[in-house]
T-cell receptor
Framework: EDQVTQSPEALRLQEGESSSLNCSYT??????LFWYRQDPGKGPEFLFTLYSAGEEKEKERLKATLTKKESFLHITAPKPEDSATYLC????????????FGQGTILTVHP | EPEVTQTPSHQVTQMGQEVILRCVPISNHLYFYWYRQILGQKVEFLVSFYNNEISEKSEIFDDQFSVERPDGSNFTLKIRSTKLEDSAMYFC??????????FGEGSRLTVL
């Protein structure tokens, strides 16, 4: 059974204070690791897909990296509008489309 | 930018009643999904749908649940006899087969 664990559960940063969120996973035959952003009461918003160890993707202040056991979402010089819950999900080798999500990291960026 | 749209945004129903949640996926997508999120918990997979049939479903998706693509644009989730534990946010998602899933804003279901 695919499993995803995210840490920390919550993270408070000052504006401009860079940090990283962690996603540890176990999956049979990784067919994709996904990062989503979720605002309160809204649906997950797609950010990145990573497929193989060593791969990196960047978008504005966010950079996602992948190893064989975990992924990191690095946030550089965050702004208050980056405050949200960040979700990590994996698709395993036997799945047609099922994503297994982690619990998420609630990020709060104070001005 | 194309988006997945869901209706209603919020539905309140009595236990035992039937509920239909509706979704309009992104127009050129071929893969459709329903997920749910109970308040404070993880987003959970319910079912995937491709080529007019269910391709995968979770243990949650029992005989009380069904999905349908009644026409070329809509994708529906029906819960035949709602239970208190069905209260959750239900998300529709669609994909083009490249791996990424795009989610709607959700339908909040409250069962009293």
């Amino acid at each position: 059974e695919d499993q995803v664990t995210q840490s920390p559960e919550a993270l408070r940063l000052q504006e401009g204070e860079s940090s990283s969120l962690n996603c540890s996973y176990t999956v049979s035959g990784l067919r994709g690791l996904f990062w989503y952003r979720q605002d309160p009461g809204k649906g997950p918003e797609f950010l990145f897909t990573l497929y193989s160890a060593g791969e990196e993707k960047e978008k504005e202040r966010l950079k996602a990296t992948l190893t064989k056991k975990e992924s990191f979402l690095h946030i550089t010089a965050p702004k208050p509008e980056d405050s949200a819950t960040y979700l990590c999900a994996v698709r395993g080798g036997t799945s047609y489309g099922k994503l297994t999500f982690g619990q998420g990291t609630i990020l709060t960026v104070h001005p | 930018e194309p988006e997945v749209t869901q209706t209603p945004s919020h539905q309140v129903t009595q236990m035992g009643q039937e509920v239909i949640l509706r979704c309009v996926p992104i127009s050129n997508h071929l893969y459709f999904y329903w997920y749910r999120q109970i308040l404070g918990q993880k987003v959970e997979f319910l079912v995937s749908f491709y080529n007019n049939e269910i391709s995968e479903k979770s243990e949650i998706f029992d005989d009380q649940f069904s999905v349908e693509r009644p026409d070329g644009s809509n994708f529906t989730l029906k819960i035949r006899s709602t239970k208190l534990e069905d209260s959750a946010m239900y998300f529709c998602a669609s994909g083009a087969g490249t791996g990424e899933l795009f989610f709607g804003e959700g339908s909040r279901l409250t069962v009293l």
